[in-house]
């Protein structure tokens, strides 16, 4: 007996050309599992120290950064992958202009606001 699997149609996103402002990230989906934003962060601007609930893969898709945990810096360009553990503090600067993806999984984290009732 054969099974009829759906599936709906794929998503994609050239990362390279999304029209993403700095200061406003831009959720490019989000379920009950994972959720994927593009930020555009500017030369010399920062992220300053945080953390998230999620797992964290950050991933940059152009420019430069510097990636700063427990005062060690790793820097990395356009290819460079980095994964954090949730609530793993972290701090991202901007050596130049820079755009990041980050895939946080599972979505939402325990301990994030939208658990809370």
Not at 38 to 49: F, R, S, V
Not at 81 to 99: G, M
């Amino acid at each position: 007996m054969a099974v009829d699997v759906r599936f709906a149609p794929v998503e994609t996103w050239d990362l390279s050309s999304l029209d993403v402002k700095p200061h406003q990230p831009q959720v490019l989906a989000s379920d009950d599992e994972t959720r994927l934003v593009a930020i555009d962060l500017p030369a010399g601007e920062e992220m300053q120290e945080h953390q998230t609930y999620e797992r964290t893969f950050l991933v940059v898709v152009g420019g430069e950064i510097d990636l700063v945990q427990d005062g060690e810096v790793t820097s990395g360009g356009a290819g460079f992958l980095a994964h954090f553990e949730p609530n793993e503090r972290r701090q991202v600067r901007a050596t130049s202009d820079a755009r990041l993806l980050l895939v946080l999984a599972p979505w939402p984290g325990v301990g994030h606001h939208s658990h809370r009732g």
